[in-house]
């Protein structure tokens, strides 16, 4: 069984004995690029520090960017902005007693379906 931390009179969150896994505590987390969720990015140079923050403040995101020569450059969060994902759509499923997507006017368990 899984021991339970309360914050407040409230639970926020439970973990399993070795496992460490969190349950979701009903707080919703920050859209990413906001001022309590900022878009982090290491770059290397000098210009590559005013084009980012150039490109942040063309979008109006929030982002906390650091110069760090020696590392390699990381905007992973950047182009999530840039790029977000779009929702997958699912297919429709076809019943059983639907007719039968081949145009043959029969029962899909009956013509297609087998």
Known sequence: MGKRI???NKP??????????KVFDGIK????GTEKNPAVVSVQTEKRVKEIDVLCKEHGWTCSI?????KP??????ERLLHPQKPTIAETKIGRNDPCPCGSGRKYKKC???
């Open 29 to 32: 987390p920050a859209k990413l």
């Open 66 to 70: 650091e110069r760090q020569p020696d």
């Open 12 to 21: 926020a969150k439970t973990f399993d004995d070795d496992k460490g896994t």
């Open 6 to 8: 309360f914050n407040n």
């Open 73 to 78: 450059e990381d905007t992973a969060d950047i």
């Open 112 to 114: 297609c379906g087998k």
